[in-house]
């Protein structure tokens, strides 16, 4: 494997290093085998059909089966890959989810596509505001969500050599002047921590997923009106990186939660969780505030349900 697919790719889409990293990872992990439910075009997996026919199995439009069929490959000795819609994943195989993966705890990897908004045009019914709540409360699997593409393919590799379950959050696409990398060259991904991607002292935003990019944004923000604003990635959801959420917390004594997802169960209660038993203060919380999806152009539906740069200067103007 090439030094740049050991360490990330370029910037060219979550759904394009989902699919390199897969590939590569079908070349190091000889007993890898994805599974798919009908969805391979849309989370354009289907490099690794062609590059590994035998290795890649779809379950028709059951993403009941797509689970149990994994953990079937599990104890088998194989290594599954699940790569489904998220809305799909966490619904319809919630009873899957919580016995045969989190409870037996299996060695399967789950990767939910399409999350929170970024699936615009379909609406309420694929647009899943709720899969970290769920999966965050099931026991054994760990949650991660990252900030650009690179990051999501050195999260891949990370979670092959994972012993466990783990569940990691992609969004489809985002807003073309976002797409730009976040995470600093030379940034190494780690399962277990959240990383501090621009020093403050004032006020401390957290944020996950296509979210980072725009608290950095805020912080830009923020320093032209002389605000110190700390801006942390928080990719370790479950279990939440606590000591790098403590100091952020001790250092500010304020913090914004920004994330794309509802905030009851996800990223802003995760970190209350944690601070208000190590560290309380004061807190906001970007993301969608318990409703459902809706259709329409992307960027419309940032404005319409708050995940802005905006609606982040606002929150850490109000805490200030």
């Not at 990330?8 to 007993?31: C, H, I, Q």
């Not at 689970?67 to 819609?85: C, E, K, T, Y």
């Not at 619904?91 to 939910?112: E, F, P, S, T």
Request: proline share 5%; hydrophobic share 40%; glycine share 8%.
């Amino acid at each position: 494997m090439s030094p740049k697919m050991m360490y990330g790719v370029s910037l060219k889409g979550f759904r394009s290093a989902l699919a390199d990293t897969l590939v590569a990872m079908g070349e190091r992990y000889p007993n890898m085998v994805v599974v798919d439910a009908e969805t391979g075009t849309a989370t354009n997996v289907l490099d690794f059909r062609d590059a590994y026919p035998d290795r890649y199995v779809t379950m028709g439009i059951s993403e009941q089966a797509a689970l149990s069929f994994a953990f079937a490959l599990s104890r088998s000795g194989m290594l599954p890959v699940v790569p489904l819609f998220s809305c799909f994943m966490s619904h319809r195989a919630c009873d899957q989810l919580y016995v045969q993966i989190g409870y037996a705890h299996a060695n399967v990897k789950l990767i939910g596509c399409y999350t929170g908004i970024t699936t615009p045009n379909t609406g309420a019914t694929h647009q899943c505001m709720n899969d970290i709540a769920i999966l965050r409360s099931t026991p054994n699997i760990r949650v991660v969500e990252c900030a650009d593409p690179t990051e999501l393919s050195q999260a891949i590799q990370q979670a092959m050599a994972y012993e466990g379950p783990v569940y990691i959050r992609m969004i489809r696409g985002d807003i073309p002047k976002y797409d730009v990398p976040v995470v600093p060259e030379g940034h190494r991904f780690d399962l277990a921590k959240s990383t501090v991607l621009r020093e403050g002292t004032d006020i401390s935003l957290v944020a996950s997923g296509m979210m980072v990019a725009r608290a950095l944004e805020a912080a830009d923000i923020l320093a032209r009106e002389g605000v110190s604003a700390e801006v942390v990635n928080m990719t370790a959801i479950k279990p939440v990186d606590a000591d790098t959420l403590v100091a952020t917390a001790r250092k500010t004594g304020r913090v914004v939660t920004c994330e794309n997802h509802n905030i009851f169960g996800g990223v802003g209660s995760a970190v209350a969780e944690c601070l208000c038993e190590n560290a309380p203060v004061p807190m906001r919380m970007v993301g969608v505030r318990d409703r459902y999806g809706w259709s329409g152009p992307l960027e419309d539906l940032c404005e319409m349900f708050g995940l802005t740069t905006e609606e982040i200067v606002k929150s850490a103007r109000e805490l200030l």
